[in-house]
């Protein structure tokens, strides 16, 4: 799949470098636990009853798109948060995260790049966003309520950080979510949310449908 309708001005130079990309990892709270998928495609919780699953898709050069579905294959209605988590692989002291609230998005600055951070689930519009440290991901301090599922906010960090977006998803039996999380990287805040705009609205291109 391919955007189509990007403006020909933010289109691919064929002689810029591609940076180092943002590492995604995914995640799940549940009943005050967090489940996270290093290094693999699919996770089951809860003996089976729910499923997280993710999948890169082909979108455009510089779109990095996944989408995550979660399935409840249990009998009862469960409420979960789906994470979202993505950091520099090789994070510098001077590199900025910060969340933007007029563009409800991530910026990852570095010293070359920017990269956007977005996602969109069909049946939760709302998301959190947050940056914080990134040795803080494998540990209860992303909270500030654990037994909510609600996370600490921070607007801003710098250096080795992670930010994370959640999207709180009610499923009852046998029905699955949908959430789409893309990273965008250019040179201009300018160019990625005309890019971002354009994924937004060229649902042809949008893998949720």
Same mark, same amino acid.
Not at 19 to 33: H, N, V, Y
Not at 90 to 97: G, H, L, R
Not at 169 to 182: D, F, Q, Y
């Given at each position: 799949m391919n955007i189509k309708t990007v403006p020909k001005e933010i289109n691919t130079k064929s002689n810029r470098k591609i940076?180092? #990309? *943002?590492? $995604? !990892?995914?995640? *799940?709270?549940?009943?005050? =636990?967090t489940y996270w998928l290093k290094g693999v495609s699919e996770k089951l919780i809860l003996d089976g009853q729910l499923l997280l699953k993710i999948q890169q898709e082909h979108v455009h050069s510089r779109i990095r798109f996944y989408t995550l579905q979660l399935s409840n294959h249990g009998a009862k209605t469960k409420r979960? %948060? &789906? *994470?979202?988590? #993505?950091?520099?692989?090789?994070?510098? %002291?001077? +590199? $900025?995260? $910060?969340? =933007?609230?007029? +563009?409800? &998005?991530?910026?990852?600055?570095? +010293? +070359?790049? !920017?990269?956007? &951070?977005?996602? $969109?689930?069909?049946s939760t519009p709302e998301k959190e966003c947050t940056i914080l440290p990134f040795w803080n991901i494998n540990s209860n301090q992303i909270w500030s309520s654990r037994e909510k599922g609600s996370l600490k906010y921070q607007p801003m960090a710098k250096g080795d950080t992670a930010g994370l977006l959640s999207f709180d &998803?009610? *499923?009852?039996? %046998?029905?699955?979510?949908?959430? /789409?999380?893309? =990273?965008?990287? /250019?040179? =201009? %805040?300018?160019e990625l949310l005309a890019l971002n705009k354009s994924l937004l609205k060229n649902r042809l291109a949008f893998p949720l449908e």
């Open positions: 940076p180092k #990309q *943002l590492e $995604f !990892i995914p995640g *799940l709270w549940l009943d005050g =636990s979960a %948060k &789906v *994470l979202a988590m #993505q950091h520099h692989p090789e994070p510098a %002291k001077s +590199d $900025f995260t $910060f969340v =933007s609230p007029a +563009d409800n &998005v991530i910026f990852h600055l570095t +010293d +070359d790049n !920017i990269f956007m &951070v977005n996602g $969109f689930c069909k &998803v009610v *499923l009852n039996p %046998k029905e699955t979510a949908k959430i /789409g999380i893309w =990273s965008i990287y /250019g040179e =201009s %805040k300018s």
